[in-house]
């Protein structure tokens, strides 16, 4: 396994399009994250799923963005009508939820980089 | 949405200088974590701390685990020019959620 993947890598769309992305995490890994990156700012959490299920939505994630994990494999992130505000990179990352207790460990992705026009 | 404080937030030295970078946060985590990014790449794992006052090491990396649980230290020791990138800190919760959240992040760049 080579680690989580993410695609496309790059993105550039204009604004009021919809964009796509896709994560595939570590196999194994029960837990995805999606978070969000602009320049020169550390990452920002946006949602996670364990398993198909989606557990926690941040205040970032306005109505326009929707997130799915289907078969609790890959996920994939949407953002309707983009705007300009979107630009950013988006990074996704995995982990294993073990026993209660066992502190999981996150492993990102190379991140998918959205510029919207 | 929430950022931890980390400073510098850049550095320039030279090749062979021993750097160091904190994080500090209002808020109580459990497990600490540093990672460093090069552009247009995700964060990479470099170093762990899952208690107070924890000392841990990684060839030349060595990070510390606040007592408060408020803050936490990474140093690098002779740095190299594959060092240079953006360190973030992270701090996580457990037994819930255990979203990351992370630094305002450290520029370091080795002058030649």
């Known amino acids: 396994d080579t680690g989580v993947s993410q695609n496309p890598r790059h993105k550039i769309t204009k604004r009021g399009q919809n964009v796509t992305f896709r994560c595939d995490p570590i196999s194994e890994h029960n837990r995805l994250y999606w978070y969000r990156q602009t320049l020169g700012q550390g990452p920002e959490f946006l949602t996670y799923f364990q398993n198909e299920a989606q557990l926690e939505k941040s205040r970032l994630l306005s109505d326009r963005f929707s997130a799915e994990r289907p078969k609790g494999s890959f996920s994939t992130l949407e953002i309707q009508r983009t705007e300009q505000g979107d630009s950013a990179m988006y990074l996704c990352?995995?982990?294993?939820?073990?026993?209660?207790?066992?502190?999981?460990?996150?492993?990102f992705g190379p991140g998918t980089r959205l510029l919207v026009l | 949405g929430q950022q931890l404080n980390q400073s510098p937030q850049s550095m320039f030295i030279q090749e062979g200088e021993d750097v160091s970078m904190n994080c500090t946060s209002s808020?109580?985590?459990?497990?600490w974590l540093w990672y460093k990014q090069d552009p247009g790449e995700g964060p990479v794992l470099l170093i762990a701390?899952?208690?107070?006052?924890e000392l841990t090491s990684n060839g030349r990396l060595t990070a510390q685990f606040g007592i408060t649980r408020k803050d936490s230290f990474l140093n690098i020791s002779a740095s190299i020019p594959s060092d240079v990138g953006i360190y973030f800190c992270a701090g996580q919760q457990l037994f819930g959620n255990e979203k990351l959240t992370f630094g305002t992040g450290t520029r370091l760049t080795i002058i030649p």
């Open positions: 990352a995995s982990s294993i939820r073990g026993h209660a207790g066992k502190t999981e460990t996150q492993y």
């Open positions: 701390l899952y208690k107070a006052g």
């Open positions: 808020s109580i985590f459990n497990t």
